[in-house]
């Protein structure tokens, strides 16, 4: 069973691969986006290391002037895609954009770990080497230009840049902000492809794009988005992954005796992790989302609540509250882990990120749970998941009470994480 799971996995990368880069699933997602890029790569750094590279430098092609490494590259126009370039209208690349249209907003910025871990694997450093410059861009330009005015702790400016787009954690933020009346008449493409109810509403759409509607307006610049746009959040989820990245980005710079960056990085985890305890609620004894201009925190566990262990962050008394959490919501699902809390209001088990299983967030909250001794229950996650590729396929994501496979199939990051993590054939680069 796991070697045709194995080369089914292969096949799935290989008709989503569009010659260098990778598409996450044909017509829900007809572009370049930048995490699923690079969760890709770990998968075909089983089979593929040139492959497994090249996804990453190509992902790099667009990053902006200012460092930004946006969330979708548009590559070519497809009108099987809302909302798209002409929706987006970045700048181009003489006027600081990237080589091609792109999204306006980033997404978590993982890539420094995948590339810290793809050198840990085939130790080539000299592909790792023409790839640091533009990541440690990336980061300066997180701890620069997403961070508001008069705060220490990074921003996010849209709930698409989380990454987890419809999650609960947001309605502090979207319940604050008004429809913009004139974002016009649009006609949404991903419900045509997946059932609706898999999806975020109507409402949350308008919002969405009375979000992008105000970057287009102000012509993308981040400053003003950050610090006047119509959503500013805090999310764990990027915070996290932020701080992790910056721990990993610190560790290729010894690796590549870039000692000209070590202080500067140096500098952004010690800040990284004074500003872990903004999103502490110990009410819910997690940490949640928070919004920087209410101050006010969502009042859930979601699995970017998990990843304290991935960052190192938090006291001990945050990360067993942590783990409380965690086996309580593990009584109460089959599969492991859920994005949002099922005790927890607002919860459904197929809607997107109100609840079904993530494998690329899975992925990273077992290696940081591991890295914390946590074993039994990190590999409970893996196995979880191997089961749920067994039974399902290669979703996107997964109902976590029933196993059932959710939104897209033929997935790529699902398919990378199975080569990479779950077969037991191929687990070597997560272990």
Not at 30 to 47: E, H, I
Not at 122 to 147: C, E, P, S
Request: hydrophobic fraction near 40%; proline fraction near 6%; charged fraction near 25%.
């Amino acid at each position: 069973m796991s070697r045709d799971l194995d080369q089914q996995a292969i096949d799935v990368l290989r008709q989503n691969d569009r010659g260098g880069f990778t598409v996450p699933t044909a017509r829900l997602y007809p572009y370049q986006w930048n995490w699923d890029s690079a969760f890709v790569a770990l998968g075909f750094a089983t089979f593929d290391s040139d492959r497994a590279w090249r996804e990453l430098e190509l992902l790099l092609e667009g990053q902006w002037a200012n460092g930004m490494v946006p969330h979708i590259l548009f590559r070519r126009n497809d009108p099987d895609y809302f909302p798209g370039p002409s929706v987006w209208q970045t700048p181009s690349h003489a006027d600081g954009g990237g080589l091609f249209p792109s999204g306006g907003i980033s997404q978590p910025p993982v890539l420094a770990s995948i590339v810290h871990w793809l050198v840990q694997q085939d130790g080539n450093i000299q592909r790792a080497a023409r790839l640091f410059d533009k990541v440690m861009r990336w980061h300066r330009w997180y701890h620069t230009d997403r961070v508001p005015n008069g705060h220490s702790v990074v921003a996010t400016v849209h709930p698409w840049e989380t990454g987890r787009d419809n999650c609960p954690d947001w309605e502090i933020g979207l319940s604050a902000m008004e429809i913009d009346p004139d974002i016009g008449v649009y006609e949404r493409k991903d419900t045509d492809h997946v059932d609706p109810t898999m999806r975020p509403s109507k409402e949350q759409y308008d919002k969405y794009v009375t979000m992008i509607k105000f970057g287009r307006d102000h012509d993308w610049d981040q400053t003003i988005i950050t610090n006047d746009g119509p959503f500013v959040m805090a999310d764990p989820g990027i915070h996290f992954i932020l701080l992790r990245a910056d721990r990993d980005l610190l560790a290729l710079a010894k690796r590549l005796d870039r000692a000209d960056a070590y202080s500067e990085i140096e500098n952004w985890i010690e800040l990284g992790v004074a500003a872990s305890d903004t999103f502490w609620n110990d009410d819910v004894g997690a940490f949640t989302a928070y919004d920087i201009r209410s101050g006010k925190r969502s009042d859930g566990f979601s699995n970017a609540s998990a990843l304290c262990f991935f960052a190192d962050a938090g006291s001990e008394y945050q990360r067993g509250r942590t783990l409380e959490n965690m086996r309580r919501i593990q009584s109460k699902v089959r599969f492991m882990m859920p994005s949002w809390d099922p005790d927890a209001p607002m919860f459904e088990p197929q809607r997107y990120w109100c609840g079904p299983v993530w494998p690329q967030m899975n992925h990273i909250i077992a290696k940081g749970l591991n890295e914390h001794g946590e074993h039994q229950l990190a590999e409970t996650m893996r196995m979880d998941f191997a089961v749920l590729v067994e039974q399902s396929g290669f979703y996107e994501c997964f109902n976590p009470l029933t196993g059932d496979g959710c939104i897209g199939a033929h997935f790529s990051w699902t398919a990378a994480l199975w080569l990479a993590w779950a077969s037991p054939r191929n687990n070597a680069v997560a272990a």
